[in-house]
Nanobody, 114 residues
Framework: VQLQASGGGLVQAGGSLRLSCLASGTIFSLNGMGWYRQVPGAQRELVAAITSSGFTTYADSVKGRFTIFRDNAKTTVNLQMNSLKPEDTGVYYC?????????WGQGTQVTVSS
């Protein structure tokens, strides 16, 4: 399994970014997918997740601003982040879950300046 995350960068508060995670080596449509954020000194925390059937979950802090969606044909899960805030800063990781087995991709840095 490989998960390749992209789309991070530096953006001003109020701006937008879209993260993408390209999966390979797995039957993507059967996987639950998620985006997690980690800041120095803290545990990795869930930002948004989507099940194989399309059910979504969001952290309270991002509800109404972030949208997770998947494209099974392109084996990609995306995180559209709007109205970004400085507290959204962190390293964002993509994770896939299948039958209780988790696999993490490499992180992509998101920095939101005030």
């Amino acid at each position: 399994v490989q998960l390749q995350a992209s789309g991070g960068g530096l953006v001003q508060a109020g701006g937008s970014l879209r993260l993408s995670c390209l999966a390979s080596g797995t039957i993507f449509s059967l996987n639950g997918m998620g985006w997690y954020r980690q800041v120095p000194g803290a545990q990795r925390e869930l930002v948004a997740a989507i099940t194989s059937s399309g059910f979504t979950t969001y952290a309270d802090s991002v509800k109404g601003r972030f949208t997770i969606f998947r494209d099974n044909a392109k084996t990609t899960v995306n995180l559209q982040m709007n109205s970004l805030k400085p507290e959204d800063t962190g390293v964002y990781y993509c994770k896939r879950t299948y039958l209780g087995d988790d696999f993490w991709g490499q992180g992509t840095q998101v920095t939101v300046s005030s």
